[in-house]
Each structure stands twice: as C-alpha cells, then as structure tokens.
C-alpha cells in the first residue's frame, strides 16, 4: 500500500500566519491527493483534490501544490474556523490517509 | 442536497456481526461512475478505508484489512452498507460513509459518522 507521511504532526499558530503542511507519498501516486478538514466531533471535509484543485465553496486562502511523491497545504492567513486536524489522503491504489496534522491556537 | 446518514446499534458484543447502513439523498446509488465508501477513525486517531460499491455492485475492500467487511448496496431504498463479522473490540471505531461525485475516489460527501462500540 501507498504509505502518506505528514509533518509537523502538530503546530501552533496565530490567527494571520501563514501555514504549510508537508504530506509525502510512499511512491509517486500522479497528482492523485485530496486534502481534508477535521473539526473536533465533525466528519471530514474536502478541501483540495487533484493535488491542488480548490473544492467548490472552500476559502481561497487554502492553496495546495505537489507532484510525484511531495505536497504541501498552504492556508495563507490562518483564520479562527482554520484551527482543526489535515489529512492528506491518496486516490492512485486504494485510497489511504496521512496520520493528521492538528493546527492548535498559539 | 447530496446527503449521507449512517444508521446502525450503537453497540455489538464480541465475535457478532455489525450491520450498518447508510441512507442517501439528493443522489442515486446507482450513479454510474461513484464509489459508495466507507471509512473508519479510530478515537483521535487517523482515518482509515474500509472498501467501496460501484457499478453494477462491483466491490473493492482495503487489503491491508481482513477479509471481514462485505460492502452491498439496496437501490430501492437508495442505501448502501456493511457488514463486518467476527467484531473485536479493536472494531471500536467511528465509521463513516462517504461518496464523491466526481468519479473518483477521494470524498466530498460525508455521513454524520456512527460511533460503534464492542462490548459484551
């Protein structure tokens, strides 16, 4: 299976940073990555498919880049609706995850 | 609307079967072209899936899973479901099931998720 590796596991961050969250593929996986929010007691949500696709209805300041094995996240002015858990999940082989990135209030 | 909502006991005892499913609306489960998933998360943990329905009933499980999970689809009620045998108590989850309509298998609706808890 294709393993994803996301860093940090955590951050801290204050409302107006800017954000980047790194997922790495086991093997090249053609662009084939959605990322997700995570709010506490809530399903997840699409943010970015095709590696950097913005999802309809989903803020402009969440930009995604990548190819091959290594992708980034990027929330350009982190908002109070921002702090929650990424994921990064893989669509090449059967779908699988990242462990989750948690962005914490500083 | 497209909407997802699990439904299922709360609760299974030990080497019996979960049986959950999930009620769709505003698409068909029989739109040529989705996959009908599901997914679990472990209590603050990570995401995991399980397998997905598409076509005519063609189904693809997680192979890094046991083969415990059998995934089936009723359109007549526009629902989709599982079964997972044998429930231990490792099978304590979250399970969610998700769609995406866009012909491909990342997730852009979900079900509300339904806590599932072993216990004898």
């Known amino acids: 299976d294709v393993q994803m590796t996301q860093s940090p596991s955590a951050l801290s961050a204050s409302v107006g940073d800017r954000v980047t969250i790194t997922c790495r593929a086991s093997q090249s996986i053609n662009n084939w990555l959605a990322w997700y929010q995570q709010r506490p007691g809530r399903a997840p949500r699409l943010l970015i498919y095709e590696a950097s696709r913005l999802q309809s209805a989903v803020p402009s300041r969440f930009s995604a880049s990548g190819s091959g094995t290594e992708f980034t996240l990027t929330i350009s002015s982190l908002q109070p609706d921002d702090f929650a858990t990424y994921y990064c999940q893989q669509y090449d082989n059967y779908p699988t995850f990242g462990q989750g990135t948690k962005v914490e209030i500083k | 609307q497209v909407q997802l909502q699990e439904s299922g006991p709360g609760l299974v005892r030990p080497s019996q079967t979960l049986s959950l499913t999930c009620t769709v609306s505003?698409?068909?489960?029989?739109?040529?072209?989705?996959?009908w998933s599901w997914v679990r998360q472990y209590p603050g943990k990570g995401l995991e899936w399980i397998g997905y329905i598409y076509n005519s009933d063609d189904t693809y499980y997680n192979p890094s899973l046991k083969s415990r999970f059998t995934i089936s689809r009723d359109t007549s009620k526009n629902q989709f479901s599982l079964r997972l045998n044998s429930v231990t108590a490792a099978d304590a989850a979250l399970y969610y099931c998700a769609t995406s309509l866009q012909m491909a298998t990342f997730f852009d609706y979900w079900g509300q998720g339904a806590l599932v808890t072993v216990s004898s």
């Open positions: 505003g698409v068909s489960v029989n739109s040529g072209g989705s996959y």
